[in-house]
């Protein structure tokens, strides 16, 4: 993240404290107030509709941000706590300065979609793109799913993306789908590079594993019938027999001494 080190470095000083919390705060704030006012509709004043915006409702750009993502009692507990708790473990691995840069980046482009669609927004997206940042961070730090279930931060992450993918395909509108992706650019734009380190690591760690694979097996030819192999008698003489289904080595003891495998062999 270079660029974004540079970019603390001149501006460090100007952005919100503890931006996260103050979301997850009003988040709750709102839900409260629809839920006593008994009219969650109300939150529709909150939502980013391009065309209000266009006439003169320009709060429209940053209130979307603060609309509960469910109104269920118990998914809303639930949901405003995870954001909350991967708001502050990115605030204390990034800081704030580069949270800050993140949500942001994730609202402009939800914007840009909104605008582009036609289709309103909301924060839905921009809590996943925290959330991934955040398993993306700490990726094999566990947590108890639930309170109860043991779970790694990473396969959070992916269990997250499941839970998206079936949503789209529920709600299969194509303003709707661009909506919900749009803010998951920001992570390839923060990491990028980092992934691309993984992928590779990933590769050379494949390549070893297999280049170690080879080494323990040692042997080019092995005998089907007897199991020798020119490991261990390097002096020896291996053929493959051409009457044999497959590829079947044996040792000169056994070339001309030995069951031809057919199909009919192998269903014995």
Known sequence: MSWLDKLERKFGKYYIHNLITVVVVVNAIVYFLAL?????ANMTNLMLIPQNVLHGEIWRLITFIFIPPTTSPLW???NLFFFYYAGK???????GFKVNVLYITGMILTIIASFITGWPAWSDGLQLMVIIAFALSYPDVEILFWGIIPLKLKYLAVLELVFLVVELIRV???????IEIAPLIAIP???GKMLMTNI???????DRRKSNLKVIKGYTHKCTVCGLTDIQDPDMDFRYCSKCEGKHCYCSNHIMNHQHITTKEKLK
């Open 36 to 40: 006593i006012g008994g009219d969650s």
């Open 76 to 78: 809303i507990i639930f």
């Open 89 to 95: 473990g990115l605030e204390q691995a990034w800081g």
């Open 172 to 178: 299969p509108f194509i303003g709707y789908i661009i």
């Open 189 to 191: 734009i923060f990491f």
């Open 200 to 206: 590779k690591y990933a590769k050379k760690k494949n």
